[in-house]
């Protein structure tokens, strides 16, 4: 009886580190990809609001100046009936005129007007001429979420496993005095029966 009692505590213990732990990494980690999704989104809206480039002059980039610098797009512009008016790669090196194309029928295809095509966050926006679509190489910030997301699980794993040992260890100690106040009355029980 003892010991079943001690796995229950151990299983009762380590299910909830489990279930925290897993409530952490899970909020942690949402967090993390649309902080990622909203800071390429902002950058998307401005590209979008200067005709896909970025805008002339510095006073734009006040809380980060090198955007202009550090950042890898292109766009596709297309007219009502899907036919391919112009592909800007001038900011790229890793796209072909035929991928971009083809991310742009995907995207169209789809419906949507945001997400994720690959490693590029994509924005459609509705011109005179057709639409424009604006892709941003989003790949280091998804290098940085995968691997926040493995330390993270990783930790998280050493975590539960240090707990595990050290619940072993003190779980005999927590349920001494249960242990002993069993003995004793199993004692007494049994010097009070005739």
């Given amino acids: ?11 009762v213990s380590m299910l909830s580190l489990f279930a925290v732990l897993f ?32 805008p ?6 006040k809380r980060s100046p090198e955007l202009p610098f550090e950042s890898r797009f292109f766009s596709v512009r297309l ?5 391919l008016l112009a ?3 001038e900011r790229i090196a890793a796209i072909e ?13 789809s419906g949507k007007k945001r997400g994720f095509i690959e490693i590029y966050r994509y924005s459609v926006q509705d011109t005179p001429e057709g639409t424009m679509i ?7 910030s998804f290098y940085n979420f995968k691997n926040f997301f493995i330390t993270s699980v990783l930790v ?17 100690r927590i349920i001494r005095p249960i242990t002993e106040s069993y003995e004793k009355q199993k004692t007494f029980y049994h010097r009070r029966r005739p």
């Avoid at 009886?1 to 299983?11: D, E, S, T």
């Avoid at 800071?39 to 200067?50: E, F, G, V, Y």
């Avoid at 007219?79 to 036919?83: F, L, R």
């Avoid at 991928?99 to 295809?109: D, Q, R, Y």
């Fill in 79 to 83: 007219t009502a009936d899907g036919e």
């Fill in 97 to 109: 005129q035929d991928t971009a194309v083809a991310f742009a029928e995907k995207i169209l295809a």
């Fill in 87 to 89: 592909a800007n790669l």
């Fill in 56 to 61: 002339k002059g510095r006073e734009p980039f």
């Fill in 1 to 11: 009886m003892i010991q079943k009692l001690r796995k229950k505590l151990i299983l």
């Fill in 23 to 54: 409530l952490i990494v899970s909020v942690s980690t949402t967090v993390s990809y649309l902080q990622m999704a909203q800071s390429a989104d902002s950058t998307l809206n401005m590209l979008a609001r200067n005709d896909g480039k970025f």
């Fill in 156 to 172: 998280s794993i050493l975590g539960m496993t240090v707990v595990l040992i050290l619940i072993v260890f003190f779980s005999e």
């Fill in 134 to 140: 604006l892709f941003l190489d989003c790949g280091r």
